[in-house]
């Protein structure tokens, strides 16, 4: 991801719900293409009431967590 047209690389951290780093790239298409998975199964395991989309590209925005039972 590169911004201030395209001259400034824009390094992103991405954190768990618990605000915890689970990755850091500077590749984000290659992120939702590569390790998306492996992090998307880590974390459907610790966090299973968050949502944990296969494509993230075409999942709508929460807010709030699955109800209890779900």
Known sequence: V???GGRLPLLLELTSPAHRPIQTTRDLPGFWAGSWKDVRTEMRGR???HPW???PEDAMPTTRVKP???
Do not use: L, N, W
């Open 47 to 49: 966090y299973p009431k």
């Open 2 to 4: 590169v911004t201030g």
């Open 53 to 55: 989309p296969e494509r």
């Open 68 to 70: 209890r039972g779900t």
